[in-house]
């Protein structure tokens, strides 16, 4: 058989709206564009405005392909899925290149989570992923972890997971996390915690 390289990469992101999905699109879209690769970009926004978290509705998205050749759109089947909760697992998963990797944070998929996802089973035990490679990270708490040291509440603390999971993906293709340190320095300038947890987060998901 003749195997042919791929010369461009498509990877959606998926979460709740409040997971700052888009926000993690574009810094990997900047590290990407930065790092000398051409680009194309589809954010997918929500199905309804402020719907309930964890639901189908409120799964946001953002895909990107990039790579060296002249890229004229943001691709069809994404060859990386990176889902953070049940909802935005089964609503991309139809859209995946079979055999391609699947991300989850596991710990999301509790059996509250998998309700309001209107799931009567787990999807990560009852075969629906077994066409793909899947990787379960606990994102949750390894960013609670990451970020324990500056002195952000729970909540806080966990809304720096994108970063974690960007940083993961920017080790993954070699990309850059200079472009995105900057933009965490100049975004968060006033607020020192605020800066060092997301500068944390996304230095322990490069390390993962």
């Keep these: 058989m003749e195997t042919v390289e791929k010369t461009s990469q498509v990877v959606r992101f998926a979460g709740d709206s409040g997971d700052g999905i888009q926000l993690q699109g574009q810094q990997f879209t900047t590290a990407s564009a930065l790092a000398g690769h051409d680009v194309a970009t589809l954010p997918d926004f929500p199905a309804e405005i ?11 998205a953002f895909q990107i392909q990039f790579g060296g050749e002249r890229i004229t ?18 609503v991309n998963l139809a859209h995946l290149e079979p055999g391609g990797l699947i991300i ?5 998929f509790t059996d509250q989570r998998l309700k309001r996802a209107d799931l009567d089973s787990n999807p990560l035990e009852d075969g629906s992923v077994d066409p793909y490679n899947l990787v379960g990270i606990d994102i949750s708490n390894l960013t609670l972890e990451a970020v324990k040291p500056h002195g952000l509440g729970t909540k806080d603390s966990g809304r720096c997971k994108n970063f974690w999971a960007l940083g993961l993906v920017l080790w993954m293709f070699d990309q850059p996390r200079e472009p995105t340190i900057a933009w965490i320095e100049k975004k968060f300038a006033g607020n020192e915690s605020l800066l060092n947890a ?7 998901g490069h390390a993962y």
């Excluded at 759109?73 to 089964?90: E, Q, W």
């Design 73 to 90: 759109t943001p691709g069809d089947a994404p060859d990386v899925l990176v889902a953070f909760n049940p909802a935005a697992l089964v």
């Design 198 to 204: 997301n500068l944390a987060a996304l230095n322990a």
């Design 104 to 108: 989850v944070d596991d710990s999301t």
């Design 50 to 60: 402020r719907a309930p978290t964890g639901t189908r509705f409120g799964v946001s």
